[in-house]
């Protein structure tokens, strides 16, 4: 089956810096590529996605882009704010379903 | 929108007790999925159900989870005997074919 591993797991920036968070997968026919946002207590959301014929995609300070040839993607963000601090998941499947997700990364934007 | 609808929010209980977490999805989606969140293994999925057919259990630990869809809008999943391994966060989630999931707020389960 699938297998998503999401680097780092911690991640503390400064407001105002950038934020990445990188993801690889194993199952070369997975084309749907999601990002999820969890705050504490509260379940995951959905932030922005991606799909297999697409390299980037953009939403305002969020971008995420995908190599499918290497399998990895990544989010960026841009202009951290501190409401940003929160475990982000990013998640991969073949379709909608059934999606596999990566071990989550906990970013601290300081002020 | 009400959005994914779980209860209870917060469940203690003893070691070998029965406990059944419920879930209402959101109204016109056909998929239903339960996921398990813990520190070291992150968001498990356990099984998920399309059109109120259990589709995939591959997720289920074991015989002491089971998990019912007896209609469009409600879905359990029930833990007999409960151990204290069993301790997480218990996400319902639904989507309809082809879009966004979402998650509910879960279900914060301690075994004690």
């Known amino acids: 089956g699938e297998n998503v591993e999401q680097h780092p797991s911690t991640l503390s920036v400064q407001e105002g810096d950038s934020a990445v968070i990188k993801c690889t997968y194993s199952d070369s026919a997975s084309n749907y590529f999601p990002w999820y946002k969890q705050e504490l207590g509260k379940g995951p959301q959905l932030i922005i996605d991606?799909?297999?014929?697409?390299g980037e995609k953009k939403d305002q300070r969020i971008a995420v882009t995908l190599n499918k040839t290497a399998k990895h993607f990544s989010l960026h963000i841009t202009e951290t704010q501190p409401e940003d601090s929160a475990v982000y998941f990013c998640a991969a499947s073949k379709g909608y379903s059934t999606l596999t997700f990566g071990k989550g990364t906990m970013l601290l934007v300081s002020p | 929108d009400a959005g994914v609808i779980q209860s209870p929010r917060h469940e203690v209980t003893e070691m070998g007790q029965e406990v059944t977490l419920r879930c209402k999805p959101i109204s016109g989606h056909n998929s239903l999925f339960w996921y398990r969140q813990t520190m070291m293994r992150g968001l498990e999925l356990l099984i998920y159900?399309?059109?109120?057919?259990?589709?995939?259990d591959s997720g289920m630990p074991e015989d002491r989870f089971s998990a019912k869809m007896p209609n469009a809008s409600f879905s359990t999943l029930k833990i007999q005997p409960s151990e204290p391994r069993d301790s997480a966060v218990y996400f319902c989630?639904?989507?309809?074919?082809?879009?966004?999931?979402?998650f509910g707020e879960g279900s914060w389960l301690t075994v004690v």
């Open positions: 159900f399309n059109n109120n057919v259990p589709i995939d």
């Open positions: 991606i799909r297999s014929n697409v």
């Open positions: 989630a639904s989507t309809s074919s082809g879009n966004t999931i979402y």
